[in-house]
C-alpha cells in the first residue's frame, strides 16, 4: 500500500471511529441529519445537487465527484445545539410523584464526517463517504410527566457509502454508490403495573443491525452557466435484534430477545445552479422525504413471556406498538454564493423543511414541527492544496403539540404537552488536495 493510500485510509478511519462514538441529534425534520457538508450547510443546502465543488457531494449528488481533479480527501465536523422544551398541558393519569417538566432533554452533539475521492481518468471518478445520516439522542430523565411516552432515545444510524461517477461529455454526469448501514438504538420509557397502587418500572428496547441501499445522482448543464442536478436514495430497513425488558415492577418484569424493524425513507432531490457571472451563483432547490414508510415502532419477543400480573406472549407477537404515522414531506431551500478573491468564498441559503410529525401521533422522542433555516458560510483557501470550510445555522422550530395514551390496560396515561425549540450548528472542515 502506498504512503499516500495509508494516509488516506487513516483520515477515514478516524473519521469513522469519531462518528461511531457520537451520539447523534437530529437536526433535519424528523431524526435526518442533512449536515454532511459543511459547504452545503452554508447555503442552507440549497445547492448540495449542483454546486458542491469538495468531497462532500459524495453523500449528496456523487455525480458532483467529476468537477474534482485528481486526489481529494475532506474531514468535518458539526456541532449541533438543539434546544426544546415540553410543557404539561394538562396530561392526566399522571402520578403526583416526580412530575419534572424534563428540562431540555439535548446536549451539544458533534457530528464527524469525512470523504475521499479520486479521479481515474478524463472520464471515471471513485469516492467514499462515511456520514450518520439518521440519528437522535436525548433524555428526559426517570422522573417527568412525559415519562410513560419517553424517558431516553439514542439512535445512530452510520453509513458507509463507495461510489462510481462517470462524465459521459460535457453536459452529463452519471453516478451511482452502495450504502452500507449499521444502525444502533436504544428507547426507554416508563412502565406500569397495577396491585395496591401503581408500581412503575422501566421498559427498554435495544438493537443493532446491518443493512443496505443504494444512491444514485446526474449532472446536467444545457447551459454553461446552468446546471441541473437529481439525485436519490434509497429507503433503507432495518432489523434490529437486541433484547425487549421490563424491569422494576417486579409483577410483570421481563428480559427477551427481540425484534422491531427502522425503516428509513427514501429521499429525492432536484436542484438548479445558475452563474449570473464569474463571481455570482443562484441556487435552488427542493427534496422529498419518503418518511410513509416510518408508520410504527413494533417491539417483537423471540421468546416466551408469562409475567406474574397475567401478561403473555409467544415469539412472533408483539410486545409493545407505538404508532408514529409519520407522512411524507417536502423541504425547499435557496441560497447564493460569491466568490470574493482568489482566497474567499462566501455563501448563504434559507431553507423551509416539513415535519413529517401529525398533531395525533407525535411523541416526545421527536417532538418535531417545520422548521425555517437561516445559514451563512465561508471557503478560504489556505493555498494550492488545503481549502478550509465554515459554517453557522440557526433553526426555528415550529410550536406543536403531544396528545398520546401510554400504558395503556395497566394504568393509563394520557400524556399531553406544547412543544417548543430550535437549534443552533456551527461547523469546520478541512479539505486536502493531492
Given at each position: 500500500m502506498s504512503v499516500q493510500s495509508k494516509k488516506l485510509l487513516s483520515l477515514l478511519s478516524l473519521c469513522a471511529l469519531g462518528t461511531a462514538l457520537s451520539p447523534m441529534a437530529a437536526n433535519a425534520a424528523g431524526f435526518y441529519i442533512q449536515e454532511q457538508s459543511v459547504t452545503g450547510l452554508g447555503s442552507a443546502f440549497s445547492g448540495s445537487a449542483t454546486n458542491l465543488h469538495d468531497p462532500?457531494?459524495?453523500?449528496?449528488?456523487?455525480?458532483?465527484?467529476?468537477?474534482?481533479?485528481?486526489?481529494?480527501?475532506?474531514?468535518?465536523?458539526?456541532?449541533?445545539?438543539?434546544?426544546?422544551?415540553?410543557?404539561?398541558?394538562?396530561?392526566?393519569?399522571?402520578?403526583?410523584?416526580?412530575?419534572?417538566?424534563?428540562?431540555?432533554?439535548?446536549?451539544?452533539?458533534?457530528?464527524?464526517?469525512?470523504?475521499?475521492?479520486?479521479?481515474?481518468?478524463?472520464?471515471?471518478?471513485?469516492?467514499?463517504?462515511?456520514?450518520?445520516?439518521?440519528?437522535?439522542?436525548?433524555?428526559?430523565?426517570?422522573?417527568?410527566?412525559?415519562?410513560?411516552?419517553?424517558?431516553?432515545?439514542?439512535?445512530a444510524v452510520i453509513d458507509v457509502q463507495p461510489s462510481l461517477a462517470f462524465k459521459i461529455n460535457d453536459m452529463i454526469s452519471i453516478a451511482g454508490g452502495i450504502n452500507i448501514q449499521h444502525s444502533d438504538a436504544e428507547l426507554k420509557s416508563a412502565t406500569g403495573v397495577t396491585g395496591g397502587g401503581l408500581t412503575e418500572g422501566t421498559s427498554t428496547l435495544e438493537g443493532d443491525d446491518w443493512s443496505f441501499g443504494y444512491t444514485l445522482g446526474a449532472q446536467i448543464k444545457p447551459l454553461k452557466t446552468t446546471t441541473i442536478g437529481l439525485s436519490y436514495h434509497s429507503a433503507i430497513s432495518h432489523e434490529l435484534e437486541g433484547r425487549v425488558k421490563s424491569e422494576g415492577t417486579t409483577l410483570n418484569d421481563f428480559d427477551v430477545a427481540g425484534t422491531a424493524d427502522l425503516d428509513?425513507?427514501?429521499?429525492?432531490?432536484?436542484?438548479?445552479?445558475?452563474?449570473?457571472?464569474?463571481?455570482?451563483?443562484?441556487?435552488?432547490?427542493?427534496?422529498?422525504?419518503?418518511?410513509?414508510?416510518?408508520?410504527?415502532?413494533?417491539?417483537?419477543?423471540?421468546?416466551?413471556?408469562?409475567?406474574?400480573?397475567?401478561?403473555?406472549?409467544?415469539?412472533?407477537?408483539?410486545?409493545?406498538?407505538?404508532?408514529?404515522?409519520?407522512?411524507?414531506?417536502?423541504?425547499?431551500?435557496?441560497?447564493?454564493?460569491?466568490d470574493y478573491s482568489d482566497k474567499w468564498a462566501f455563501r448563504g441559503g434559507m431553507q423551509f423543511d416539513e415535519t413529517p410529525t401529525t398533531n395525533e401521533y407525535r411523541t416526545s422522542r421527536t417532538p418535531d414541527g417545520d422548521r425555517t433555516w437561516l445559514s451563512g458560510g465561508a471557503t478560504y483557501s489556505l493555498n494550492d492544496n488545503i481549502d478550509v470550510d465554515m459554517a453557522a445555522t440557526y433553526i426555528w422550530i415550529e410550536d406543536g403539540t403531544i396528545d398520546v395514551t401510554r400504558n395503556a390496560g395497566i394504568s393509563s396515561t394520557n400524556v399531553k404537552a406544547k412543544t417548543e425549540g430550535n437549534v443552533g450548528i456551527v461547523s469546520l472542515g478541512l479539505t486536502y488536495k493531492f
Amino acid at each position: 500500500m502506498s504512503v499516500q493510500s495509508k494516509k488516506l485510509l487513516s483520515l477515514l478511519s478516524l473519521c469513522a471511529l469519531g462518528t461511531a462514538l457520537s451520539p447523534m441529534a437530529a437536526n433535519a425534520a424528523g431524526f435526518y441529519i442533512q449536515e454532511q457538508s459543511v459547504t452545503g450547510l452554508g447555503s442552507a443546502f440549497s445547492g448540495s445537487a449542483t454546486n458542491l465543488h469538495d468531497p462532500s457531494t459524495v453523500y449528496f449528488n456523487p455525480a458532483g465527484m467529476t468537477k474534482l481533479s485528481g486526489t481529494q480527501t475532506q474531514l468535518s465536523t458539526h456541532l449541533l445545539i438543539p434546544s426544546s422544551s415540553l410543557t404539561d398541558n394538562g396530561s392526566t393519569g399522571v402520578s403526583a410523584a416526580n412530575t419534572g417538566d424534563g428540562g431540555n432533554p439535548y446536549s451539544p452533539t458533534p457530528v464527524p464526517n469525512g470523504f475521499v475521492t479520486h479521479q481515474i481518468n478524463d472520464q471515471l471518478w471513485a469516492g467514499i463517504g462515511i456520514t450518520a445520516p439518521f440519528g437522535l439522542a436525548n433524555d428526559y430523565g426517570d422522573g417527568w410527566f412525559g415519562r410513560f411516552d419517553s424517558t431516553k432515545t439514542e439512535l445512530a444510524v452510520i453509513d458507509v457509502q463507495p461510489s462510481l461517477a462517470f462524465k459521459i461529455n460535457d453536459m452529463i454526469s452519471i453516478a451511482g454508490g452502495i450504502n452500507i448501514q449499521h444502525s444502533d438504538a436504544e428507547l426507554k420509557s416508563a412502565t406500569g403495573v397495577t396491585g395496591g397502587g401503581l408500581t412503575e418500572g422501566t421498559s427498554t428496547l435495544e438493537g443493532d443491525d446491518w443493512s443496505f441501499g443504494y444512491t444514485l445522482g446526474a449532472q446536467i448543464k444545457p447551459l454553461k452557466t446552468t446546471t441541473i442536478g437529481l439525485s436519490y436514495h434509497s429507503a433503507i430497513s432495518h432489523e434490529l435484534e437486541g433484547r425487549v425488558k421490563s424491569e422494576g415492577t417486579t409483577l410483570n418484569d421481563f428480559d427477551v430477545a427481540g425484534t422491531a424493524d427502522l425503516d428509513l425513507p427514501d429521499i429525492a432531490t432536484l436542484g438548479i445552479s445558475h452563474d449570473l457571472n464569474d463571481k455570482l451563483t443562484l441556487m435552488g432547490q427542493a427534496t422529498w422525504f419518503g418518511w410513509n414508510n416510518f408508520q410504527d415502532i413494533t417491539a417483537i419477543t423471540n421468546e416466551n413471556i408469562n409475567t406474574a400480573a397475567g401478561f403473555t406472549r409467544t415469539p412472533g407477537q408483539a410486545v409493545s406498538t407505538t404508532v408514529q404515522n409519520y407522512q411524507s414531506t417536502w423541504a425547499f431551500a435557496v441560497g447564493a454564493e460569491y466568490d470574493y478573491s482568489d482566497k474567499w468564498a462566501f455563501r448563504g441559503g434559507m431553507q423551509f423543511d416539513e415535519t413529517p410529525t401529525t398533531n395525533e401521533y407525535r411523541t416526545s422522542r421527536t417532538p418535531d414541527g417545520d422548521r425555517t433555516w437561516l445559514s451563512g458560510g465561508a471557503t478560504y483557501s489556505l493555498n494550492d492544496n488545503i481549502d478550509v470550510d465554515m459554517a453557522a445555522t440557526y433553526i426555528w422550530i415550529e410550536d406543536g403539540t403531544i396528545d398520546v395514551t401510554r400504558n395503556a390496560g395497566i394504568s393509563s396515561t394520557n400524556v399531553k404537552a406544547k412543544t417548543e425549540g430550535n437549534v443552533g450548528i456551527v461547523s469546520l472542515g478541512l479539505t486536502y488536495k493531492f
